[in-house]
C-alpha cells in the first residue's frame, strides 16, 4: 500500500518500504516516546500514568474529575508534537494510518474489549479552516482495521462563533448544548462495551468531559477518553 512519496514525511530521508509513512528510525524514535502504559500503573481516576504511587496524581490530584480514565499515547512534547503539527496544520493527511495504527494496537493492550470508538468532532472553526475533520480520518483507517466505530456526537456552534453568524442562522442554535448527539442517529449503547472518546490533544480535558456527560445522559455504562496526545 503506497500512502506516501518515497520520503520519510517526519525527517525527509528516502523510505522506500511502500508501507511506512515514517522511516524506520523516526517510527523507532517515536514509538520509544510513547507513554507505557503496559509496564506502569495509572491513576484509577483519571488515567493518568503514575511513576510513584508516594505521590499524588498530578494531573487531577486524587480528585474525580473527568468521571472515567482518559489515556494519552504520548506527552505533547517532541517527536509526537511534530506529528500532530505535520498531520493537523501542515495537512499530511497520509499521517492518519500511521496513527491509527498506534491507536489500534494502544487500544487492544489497554482497554477492556469490546471497544467501540466514538470520535469527538472538530470545531466548526476548525472544519471550515482546513476542510476535514481529523478524528474522522483516523477512524476511516480504524473502520478498516476491523474497528467499530460510532460517530454519533455533534458540535453545536459555540457563543464565540454564533457572533460571526446571521440572526436567522442562529435561531436553530441552542447555545447551552454544544455538544449533542446527532439527530439521525440510532445508537443503542451496549453495557458490554467499553466507548472509547477518541480526540487529538488533551489540554484541559473540558470537550471530553462533555462528551462524556453527553452519553451519561443516555445512560452508556464504561467510558474511557484516549487522545493521542497530553498537553
Ligand atoms: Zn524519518
Ligand atoms: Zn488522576
Known sequence: MRLTNLYCVLCGCPCPDPDRIICEACMTKLTSTMIPYQF???????????????IDCIRC????EYGMRIYSLFKYSG??????????????????????????????????????????PCSHSSF???GWDQMSIICMWLRRFGCAICEC???STTSKELKHMK???????????????????QTVFDDNVTYILLDDVL?????????????????????????????
Open 79 to 120: 517527536y509526537a508534537k511534530e506529528l500532530i503539527r505535520l498531520y493537523k496544520f501542515s495537512g499530511c493527511k497520509e499521517l492518519a494510518y500511521l496513527i491509527a495504527q498506534l491507536i489500534f494496537s494502544f487500544a487492544d493492550d489497554v482497554v477492556k474489549r469490546p471497544v467501540v470508538f466514538v470520535p469527538v
Open 153 to 155: 456526537i455533534r458540535r
Open 40 to 54: 506502569t500503573t495509572y491513576c484509577p481516576l483519571c488515567g493518568m500514568p503514575e511513576f510513584s504511587r508516594e
Open 203 to 231: 489540554t484541559t480535558g473540558s470537550t471530553l468531559k462533555a462528551c462524556k456527560s453527553l452519553l451519561d445522559t443516555y445512560g452508556v455504562k464504561q467510558i474511557v477518553g484516549l487522545t493521542i496526545a497530553m498537553d
Open 128 to 130: 471550515i479552516k482546513r
Open 167 to 185: 440572526r436567522s442562522q442562529r435561531t436553530h442554535i441552542k447555545e447551552d448544548s454544544w455538544i449533542q448527539l446527532k439527530e439521525n442517529s
Open 61 to 64: 490530584h486524587g480528585i474525580d
